[in-house]
């Protein structure tokens, strides 16, 4: 586990295979439920993490390019599945297999996002930390973000193209 393997420092945090850390949030993405599993992984108290922005987790090892898709999906009102490395009040860190998806209320209305993360496998946290490491490096090689982020979602996709796949087919075969 430990750095090598996730490229991040500090010390790596984990969780049973059979818990599923969840959360859901506003349309901002401003945390409205988060349960027990999220709460002791993340070290945050209920009262810190309701109503506050889920990116208060977000580990700067995360490639931002990665949330522009995430939330290009679930406002579009579809589905994702992602691999994320998010970051512990106390600066730990853990990785999760993330599934994302719209909230509806009545009718055709999104309302919120709701979010289930399980333990990933260890071979594709391994997989997918070296793909963000490389994705992050393309990030930080421009002095605007808005252009970091976009040099680095070019790069994902010419890796897509390359290995012949969506993005989709591309998490599942990890």
């Known amino acids: 586990m430990g750095r090598s393997a996730a490229n991040v420092d500090g010390r790596e945090r984990s969780f049973q ?10 349309l901002k ?4 439920y988060a349960n027990d599993v999220f709460i002791r992984v993340s070290g945050f108290s209920e009262e810190e993490l309701l109503g506050r922005p889920h990116n208060i987790v977000r580990h700067d090892a995360m490639p931002r390019c990665v949330y522009k898709l995430l939330w290009s999906r679930i406002q ?28 509806y209320g009545g009718g055709t209305a ?4 709701h979010s289930s993360r399980r333990l990933p496998q260890r071979a594709a946290v391994d997989k997918v ?3 963000y490491a490389a994705l992050r490096e393309e990030e930080t090689r ?13 790069r994902l996709d010419a890796i ?3 290995k012949g796949c969506s993005y989709d087919e591309f998490v599942f075969s990890l």
Request: net charge negative; aromatic share 10%.
């Open 17 to 26: 295979e059979d818990e599923i850390i969840v959360s859901k949030t506003d």
């Open 29 to 32: 993405g401003i945390i409205t």
């Open 76 to 103: 579009s009102g579809r589905e994702i599945f992602a691999y994320v490395v998010n970051r512990a009040k106390n600066g730990d860190f853990y990785w999760v297999f993330a599934h994302v998806t719209p909230v």
């Open 110 to 113: 999104i309302t919120g996002y």
């Open 129 to 131: 930390a070296a793909l």
């Open 142 to 154: 421009h002095t605007s973000p808005a252009a970091g982020t976009q040099a680095a979602a070019d």
């Open 160 to 162: 897509l193209r390359e």
